[in-house]
């Protein structure tokens, strides 16, 4: 008697013709948000998303990560995946043909809302409303610049939208990806395990978060606040919201005029 047909439960095996070396080596999750990374530096992947809490629900299949490695694609014996910027100037720029066929072969077979982004000093500042929002996706590509950045048309071609990690350059876009797929990642139901700690946390409110305690209660002379001591927990809400409220007002003019402007309306 022969033995029962095994199920893939989620895995989805699609048939390709892409050559093995493409591939990435795990099976797709059906319905499991997955993020797509285009580098020159694939072993920079996953780094510090393979620890802690975003590691082990990696491992776990809550979430998924592909790296496709650019010089896979590049042009000639050398494999090249830059060129000298038309016009001169310093720095080396990646090629629209490179870059095309690796958008190509990473969008291939994708599916639903899946945005193609580009990791750049000059695109919209990270902040938690664009985290939020990445979380509802599908899934998301992600593009990591080096060199002097990359050819505009490909931009243009593909719709990439630009994001930044913030105001200042960086030698490549790596670092700036996993920031965005870190803060994107805790944001999926199950990967911290609570999700009232996100709800509760910085920008979630559009406020900063208030100062937190524990044990010792008295340390170098410094004691906890009496009013979290108390129990009473509609008076200990109250202090948090207050304490949230000024620390932004201090810290972040910008947060709290947002704030006050989100209040009145």
């Known amino acids: 008697m022969s033995n029962p047909t095994k199920s893939h439960g989620r895995k989805a095996i699609r048939p390709t013709l892409k050559p093995r070396e493409l591939m990435t080596p795990t099976p797709d999750l059906a319905g499991v948000w997955k993020v797509k990374i285009m580098t020159l530096f694939p072993t920079a992947f996953p780094g510090v ?23 896979q694609f590049g042009v000639g014996k050398h494999r090249n995946v830059d060129d000298t910027p038309a016009g001169g100037g310093a720095g080396m720029v990646l090629r629209p043909d490179v870059l095309g066929e690796a958008i190509d072969h990473a969008m291939d077979g994708v599916q639903g809302n899946w945005p193609l982004i580009y990791l750049s000093p000059r695109g919209r500042r990270m902040d938690q409303k664009m985290m939020q929002n990445l979380a509802r996706c ?7 610049g080096r060199f002097e950045g990359v050819d505009e048309r490909v931009l243009e071609h593909y719709g990439i939208q630009e994001v930044s990690l913030g105001d200042f350059v960086m030698t490549g876009g790596e670092i700036a990806a996993q920031a965005l797929i870190d803060a994107t990642v805790r944001l999926i139901p199950g990967v911290l395990g609570n999700q009232a700690s996100t709800e509760e946390e910085s920008f979630s409110s559009g406020l ?35 304490m949230s409220e000024e620390i932004t007002k201090a810290r972040r003019p910008d947060l709290w005029d947002a704030y006050c402007e989100t209040k009145q309306d």
Do not use: F, N
């Not at 599908?138 to 990591?144: A, K, N, R, S």
């Open 208 to 242: 900063l978060e208030h100062p937190q305690y524990t044990r010792p209660a008295e340390w170098k002379g410094r004691e906890i606040p009496e009013v979290l001591m108390s129990g009473h927990h509609g008076k200990i809400a109250e202090w948090r919201h207050q």
């Open 49 to 71: 998303l393979g620890e802690s809490l975003t590691g082990k629900a990696l491992q776990e299949g809550l979430w998924q990560m592909e790296t496709i490695d650019l010089r």
């Open 138 to 144: 599908d899934g998301m590509t992600l593009l990591c």
